[in-house]
């Protein structure tokens, strides 16, 4: 039993690249969540997913898409990466009304 | 909507000393209510939940949380700090019941408590 597992931990990407995070989670949750988190400003919340082929935007959605498919997976995709988007990512899952479980974060570095 | 708002983004106690992290959240619905550590390059770890059962919770770590409905808080007490407690410590709020649209998935964090314990 993984849990929540976040590919890839580390990654430099040039201003105007794209790339995908991957996330998957293999407890049946339903509700997962994308968060960024930077030094003073918490973990902000990008994109959530309640269930497969239902997703809405969060606190920060701008440059970033999302798709849930399957129950299991959820990946982030940033169309077009900026500098502003260097920060730690974390993925959630968790089942309602209870609490999330975390990937260990992708540290995400644009230049 | 909810929100949760963390008084003081750093805490400094000595060792021995009581630790309180205070945490004030907003939501239109009854809410669940967690508080979470993040030691330094690690991820999320969660130490207690409210989930509408016992409003004194108790946690991992000698740790443990009062919900005040009145007061709209859930501050996180510990009675004697330890020096392996310094870390940054997060409180969250869900929904606790459906009140429309997909609101119910989203888990809002506060903006974190950086704890610094003194020898």
């Not at chain 1, 039993?1 to 105007?16: D, E, R």
């Not at chain 2, 009062?66 to 020096?83: G, I």
């Not at chain 2, 410590?89 to 964090?109: D, P």
Request: glycine residues 10%.
């Amino acid at each position: 039993n993984a849990g929540v597992t976040q590919t890839p931990k580390f990654q430099v990407l040039k201003t105007g690249q794209s790339m995908t995070l991957q996330c998957a989670q293999d407890m049946n949750h339903e509700y997962m969540s994308w968060y960024r988190q930077d030094p003073g400003m918490g973990l902000r919340l990008i994109h959530y997913s309640v269930g497969a082929g239902i997703t809405d935007q969060g606190e920060v959605p701008n440059g970033y898409n999302v798709s849930r498919s399957t129950t299991e997976d959820f990946p982030l995709r940033l169309l077009s990466a900026a500098p502003s988007q260097t920060s730690v990512y974390f993925c959630a899952s968790r089942r309602a009304g209870t609490e999330a479980f975390f990937g260990q974060g992708t540290r995400l570095t644009v230049v | 909507a909810q929100s949760v708002t963390q008084l003081g983004s750093h805490v400094s106690v000595s060792e021995g000393a009581l630790v309180l992290l205070r945490c004030n959240y907003s939501s239109s619905v009854p809410p669940y209510l967690f508080w979470y550590v993040q030691y330094p390059n690690q991820g999320l770890q969660l130490l207690l939940k409210y989930t509408s059962a016992a409003t004194l919770v108790k946690g991992i770590n000698g740790f443990e949380a009062e919900f005040k409905k009145s007061e709209t808080s859930f501050h996180l007490t510990k009675p004697s700090a330890h020096m392996s407690d310094a870390a940054e410590y997060f409180c969250a709020v869900s929904e606790a019941r459906h009140a429309g649209g997909t609101s119910y998935g989203k888990l809002t964090f506060g903006q974190g408590t950086i704890l610094t314990v003194h020898p």
